[in-house]
């Protein structure tokens, strides 16, 4: 989409350009009459392997192992059966993280899969990709996270009645608040209360992992007796076994959204996914032991949150703790996801499928302010008006479908561009076993919830439409071009943005 020069009022009433090319120098207070500038404002290469590692783990680890680790152990049949699918599936996802490792060396952008598919497969599909993220699953997904935060975060008050809905959902809109105002002011401390959480969330599955184990230990594997009691396996259902352990360890591919902010790509992004991956499949499997030590597969299955049950028959009245570290763990998966996905539109926008103001930078915070809270609005609305789980179903095969593809784009470059630089290369089978398993895993939606499936579909083909008009037709009417330079001028001026400096 071409960029229109407009001359831009700059907060401190200084003219700049509002395009991504040529433009005034600007100091480090946005004058871009000062001489040569202090420091570019643009995104600084703050992310370390600790933050990577935090990002990763913060991101994949939510409320999901705490409350309802039963999809796996339900659809498996048997408790040795659902921990080889446990591990099985973090396996898997370590196929798919490595594959993103490789893609994340080779193509140093920002903007995770959206990125890799505009790069392999070009602008249309990457549209379609981004327009999904945009209207329906990312908002729904983190109005999901949020709600959790805000149920178990107010649960310890009003032990051992119920919380009200509305208490739910103000107490979600102050968490949704609180991670885009971090978000909006500094990426160094949204990085450091991400390590923060991260070690909390590592905390509360060692409270769980350690007392289990002692169990173990002092004998207690009656509920380990007949782990793969045959007529107890039902084959039918290990694939939506398998489904429900891919969405446990989904996030892995988070570090990627942020790459140009990443410290030594080429050593850093392998080396925190690897690292992250075998502490997520490790802890993920000790705490399924550790809740067997204590509950049979009867008793977790009717358990309505699995942890608070556990510390309840270990720890008596520190239960009341779970909900907490619970809802640490909820806002920890917020803030690492909306850390990303702000820099996945940063992204689009500057590849000029966006407006031009989500790429600006605020001139003092050197943080992508527009690109944090555009999802601010929707989230709210969706919180209050949408039928959050339903748009989830719609949507949620949509993610794998297009992690598939960016997978298959992996494969699809060896071939089409077989001189690019790979300082980290996977052996072939990697991404093809975990491109096959995408793609299973959305014929298993099709095949499971075809009416919800079909729905999704429907709603991400208005993507093609929408690419058609906003993006594709470069002769948009004159009253069109005015009205969006307006709001862009406004914006840029509101928000104290400014284009970033190459």
């Known amino acids: 989409m071409p960029r229109r020069t407009v001359s831009v009022p700059h907060p401190n009433g200084d003219p700049t350009p509002?395009?991504?090319?040529?433009?005034?120098?600007?100091?480090?207070?946005?004058?871009p009459h000062a001489?040569?500038?202090?420091?570019?404002?643009?995104?600084?290469k703050k992310v370390t392997l600790l933050r990577g590692i935090s990002i990763i783990i913060g991101t994949i680890i939510g409320a999901?192992?705490?409350?309802?680790?039963?999809?796996?152990?339900?659809?498996?049949?048997?408790v040795g059966m659902s921990l080889v699918v446990w591990i099985a599936c973090g396996i898997l996802s370590l196929f798919g993280a490595l594959s993103y490792a490789e893609l994340g060396t080779c193509i140093k952008k920002s903007g995770g899969h959206y990125t890799y598919i505009l790069e392999a497969f070009g602008p249309q599909v990457a549209?379609?990709?981004l327009w999904v993220d945009m209207i329906a699953i990312r908002p729904a997904g983190l109005a999901v996270i949020a709600l959790a935060f805000g149920r178990y975060i107010l649960e310890p008050i009003f032990m051992p009645c119920g919380v009200p809905e509305i208490a739910i959902k103000l107490a979600t809109t102050i968490g949704i608040t609180m991670v885009m105002y971090l978000n909006s002011m500094s990426v160094s401390w949204t990085a450091r209360i991400q390590i923060f959480l991260t070690f909390s969330k590592l905390l509360a599955m060692a409270i769980i992992i350690i007392p289990g184990l002692y169990q173990l230990f002092k004998g207690e594997t009656k509920n380990f007796e007949n782990a793969f009691e045959v007529n107890s396996i039902d084959l039918t259902g290990l694939p939506l076994a398998f489904y429900s352990g891919m969405y446990a360890y989904a996030g892995w591919f988070y570090l990627n959204f942020v790459t140009e902010e990443v410290e030594n790509p080429e050593r850093t992004?392998?080396?925190?996914?690897?690292?992250?991956?075998?502490?997520?499949?490790?802890?993920?499997?000790?705490?399924?032991?550790?809740?067997?030590?204590?509950?049979?597969?009867?008793?977790?299955?009717?358990?309505s949150a699995v942890a608070v049950t556990f510390a309840e028959k270990l720890m008596g009245n520190f239960s009341f703790a779970v909900p907490v570290f619970v809802a640490l763990s909820c806002f920890g998966s917020m803030n690492g996801c909306l850390f990303a996905i702000s820099r996945m539109f940063f992204v689009a926008?500057?590849?000029?499928?966006l407006p031009e103001v989500l790429s600006m930078i605020h001139i003092r915070r050197h943080t992508p302010?527009?690109?944090?809270?555009?999802?601010?609005?929707?989230?709210?609305?969706?919180?209050?008006?949408?039928?959050i789980y339903s748009l989830l179903n719609f949507m949620s095969f949509l993610r794998w479908l297009f992690i598939g593809v960016a997978v298959v784009g992996l494969i699809y470059l060896r071939y089409t561009r077989p001189d690019m630089p790979r300082p980290f290369k996977v052996p072939i089978f990697i991404p093809a076993v975990f491109s096959f398993t995408c793609f299973f895993m959305v014929f298993l939606s099709l095949y499971s919830d075809p009416i919800n499936t079909g729905i999704g579909f429907a709603i991400s083909l208005t993507g093609i439409p929408a690419y058609f008009i906003f993006i594709h037709f470069e002769r948009k009417p004159k009253w069109f071009q005015k009205l969006s330079d307006s709001v862009n001028r406004s914006l840029q001026i509101i928000l104290e943005v400014v284009p970033a400096e190459h």
Do not use: H, W
């Not at 509002?18 to 004058?31: F, I, M, R, T, V």
């Not at 001489?35 to 600084?44: D, F, M, S, T, Y």
């Not at 999901?64 to 048997?78: A, H, Q, T, V």
């Open 18 to 31: 509002s395009n991504l090319g040529e433009k005034a120098p600007l100091n480090s207070n946005g004058d």
């Open 349 to 353: 926008s500057r590849e000029g499928q």
């Open 127 to 129: 549209f379609v990709r």
């Open 369 to 387: 302010l527009p690109a944090v809270i555009v999802l601010y609005p929707i989230t709210l609305l969706i919180l209050f008006l949408g039928d």
């Open 64 to 78: 999901g192992i705490f409350i309802s680790p039963k999809g796996i152990l339900k659809n498996s049949g048997s």
């Open 35 to 44: 001489g040569a500038p202090e420091e570019k404002v643009e995104l600084r």
């Open 269 to 303: 992004v392998p080396l925190a996914i690897c690292i992250s991956m075998v502490i997520v499949m490790i802890c993920y499997t000790m705490t399924n032991v550790a809740y067997y030590t204590v509950m049979s597969a009867e008793e977790l299955l009717a358990s």
